[in-house]
T-cell receptor, first 116, second 112 residues
Framework: DAKTTQPPSMDCAEGRAANLPCNHSTISGNEYVYWYRQIHSQGPQYIIHGLKNNETNEMASLIITEDRKSSTLILPHATLRDTAVYYCIVRVAPFTSGGGADGLTFGKGTHLIIQP | DAGITQSPRHKVTETGTPVTLRCHQTENHRYMYWYRQDPGHGLRLIHYSYGVKDTDKGEVSDGYSVSRSKTEDFLLTLESATSSQTSVYFC???????????FGPGTRLTVT
């Protein structure tokens, strides 16, 4: 799986959009970008994933650059409850390329702090 | 939130004793996973299951065994607990095993 680089921490004001960057310059053509977050003392929470196109769901938007070497997770209207560590993961989707099911590997992530 | 519960939520045990952690889901998802999370190591896969009685090893499976006799339950057993197994253990489920995984609340295990 490709390596990712994220800033260790970021601040954002409540009500503003939080933009979390992720660098994955060695990403392969069949690797997806996934975002999870972990609120203190809770289990990780799936947010969104994408391959090439930008994606949006009820939680967030994922913007992937045309060369796929970086991406940005956007929380459109951050609240205090969005304070968490956000993990960007790049991996081949299981069951493709001849592989089977596998697990997730989290790096250090970005600690996002929403300020009141 | 996905219907995943883990029990117990906290446990303190002594070195050398067997310990079983339970993950229970109400979503009827085919895939279930056990992870451990430690400072400096992030999240690491221990074992996973792709159906009843079908399991496979993950990255850090030594000292752990699993069983899945029903779709809804996935048990993790530490055969003889050691201090290095002190950790927070998370269970996760996935409907297709391809993209989204949904995590339980975790079990904090301390081995003294």
């Amino acid at each position: 799986d490709a390596k990712t680089t994220q800033p260790p921490s970021m601040d954002c004001a409540e009500g503003r959009a939080a933009n979390l960057p992720c660098n994955h310059s060695t990403i392969s053509g069949n690797e997806y970008v996934y975002w999870y977050r972990q609120i203190h003392s809770q289990g990780p929470q799936y947010i969104i994933h994408g391959l090439k196109n930008n994606e949006t769901n009820e939680m967030a938007s994922l913007i992937i650059t045309e060369d796929r070497k970086s991406s940005t997770l956007i929380l459109p209207h951050a609240t205090l409850r969005d304070t968490a560590v956000y993990y960007c993961i790049v991996r081949v989707a299981p069951f493709t390329s001849g592989g089977g099911a596998d697990g997730l590997t989290f790096g250090k992530g970005t600690h996002l702090i929403i300020q009141p | 939130d996905a219907g995943i519960t883990q029990s117990p939520r906290h446990k303190v045990t002594e070195t050398g004793t067997p310990v079983t952690l339970r993950c229970h889901q109400t979503e009827n998802h085919r895939y279930m996973y056990w992870y451990r999370q430690d400072p400096g190591h992030g999240l690491r896969l221990i074992h996973y299951s792709y159906g009843v009685k079908d399991t496979d090893k993950g990255e850090v499976s030594d000292g752990y065994s699993v069983s899945r006799s029903k779709t809804e339950d996935f048990l993790l057993t530490l055969e003889s607990a050691t201090s290095s197994q002190t950790s927070v253990y998370f269970c996760a489920i996935s409907e297709s095993g391809v993209h989204e995984q949904y995590f339980g609340p975790g079990t904090r295990l301390t081995v003294t």
